[in-house]
């Protein structure tokens, strides 16, 4: 497992696999490494020859007053964990090497229509600056394949859309939620939780489960669906952003086809955002 800090290095290591014929997967994260991301990486070596994980905490897509400076660096402690499924690069670029202009004089990827909704609503600038270092992280790296997870489903989706709208030349995947055994999907900012408000936020979860069976057996009084589950939410404790049903292929309304229902809610000092996809 290599780790490199400059994409001069990257570059070269790269270019030599795609010359003797390997593809090449890329697995952003931001660090803080859990079981979640090492299942990503898993599954990118499923899918290529070769796997690069980069961990860059980007600070183009905290909002200000958010959690940029106290955001955990672990570089030490995530290289351990990796050492579990071995990618065969790390990529640790500090934020000279991302923005050597500065992060505010820097050409910024808008990706309209997905941008500005529902966590883009809550967190201004947030999906610019996830598109913006996505598009630098792909052309750096230039993988065959760049593995997401589905919990970040708005996410996953502006970065389908920035990379079919600027025919960039990587198929992106996304991989599905790692869960506790109590349904809280893994996140590094559940360390915001105490053990008290760790069992309440299975809550979460089981609310949006409540809701695809409902829409599965037949209903579609879809508003009254999402009144309800914010109304137990807040019951017991949660703060809830949004709460939605939308098509899973844009987050327009939910007309036909499949579905996703998505929310993010503060419990305590944890915002936590959750998903499930429903089919019909």
Known sequence: MYRVTHKKALRSCVRNWHQGGQSVALVPTMGNLHAGHLQLVKQAKQLADKVVVSIFVNPGQ????EDFDTYPRTIEEDLRN?????????FN???????PGGVE?????LVPGLDNIFCGAFRPGHFQGVATVVSKLLNMVQPDIAVFGKKDYQQLLVIKKLVNDLCIPVEIFGAETVREESGLALSSRN???NQQEKDLAAKLYQTLSGIAEAVQTGRDDYQQLEADAVETLENNGFKIDYLSIRNAADLGAPAGGELVVLTAAWLGEARLIDNIQIKR
Not at 62 to 65: A, I, N, P, R, V
């Open 93 to 99: 670029p500090d934020v000279d090497e991302v923005y």
């Open 62 to 65: 905290f909002s200000e007053g």
């Open 105 to 109: 004089y820097e050409t910024q990827v």
């Open 82 to 90: 990796l050492e579990e499924v071995n990618p065969d690069m790390v």
């Open 191 to 193: 360390r915001y939780l």
